[in-house]
């Protein structure tokens, strides 16, 4: 009966797992509801909380036209990557990664996607900030620098934050903006905190118990059959 228990147990913590997401998801909301916070209140809560769902509003200017670029990203099935340029908002605080946008890949990885960065100068950004979980497994940055239209990108394979700044030789906040407006791009936006929804979760919490139940159901038919047989021997 070990298996059973043990799709038992896969169902139990597919729910947990469920409940999980729909009271993150209730506080993703009410993030999104509340007023905007400034700089330095985002870099207060973020040393303590993650701070994903929270809106920020900030004047900031573009450090430099260097693009940087998440490599293995996915859109509507597309293949591609996720844009980004560094701001800052004052000489003494950490610089702020900002989203460009979601930007297919060519299939000759040698060819890069031909963006134009946003140009050195003032901007009021809002927008929504997230944090990205390290993978345990693969959290190296794994950077390669390339030189493209008189500006430097950077194509990196995971958002590593405290790698990347090792990298740009600057500290950076410990989130990313994606504005709800990004100056001189119009690039597509995703938003997936939530990569599985509570819903997901639930389905496959009864794909556990139904597996379960048809082992339950089978060990009880095997069962039945072997003691008929054992009080009801055949005899020639």
Known sequence: MSVFSILVKLGLWQLDRAEYKQAWQTTLAERQAASALDYQSLLNL???????????TVDTIAVSEQILLLDNQVH???VGYLAY?????SESQPWLMVELGFVGANKDRRILPALTP????????????YQKQTNPLSEALYAET????NHEVIRFQNLNLVAL?????????PA???PDVTPTMTLAKPWTPIPLSAQKHQGYALQWFTMAA???????????????KSTHPITK
């Open 176 to 178: 990313v903006l994606q």
């Open 46 to 56: 973020a040393n303590n909380d993650p701070v994903t769902g929270y809106r920020l």
């Open 118 to 129: 946003m140009p050195n100068q003032p901007y009021e950004l809002t927008g929504r900030v």
């Open 165 to 173: 700044a090792e990298k740009v030789g600057h500290e950076l906040a």
């Open 85 to 89: 340029q560094l701001v800052k908002v």
């Open 76 to 78: 509507n099935g597309q």
């Open 146 to 149: 390339f030189s493209m239209n």
């Open 214 to 228: 048809v082992f339950l159901g089978l060990m009880l038919w095997i069962g039945f059959k072997t003691l008929k």
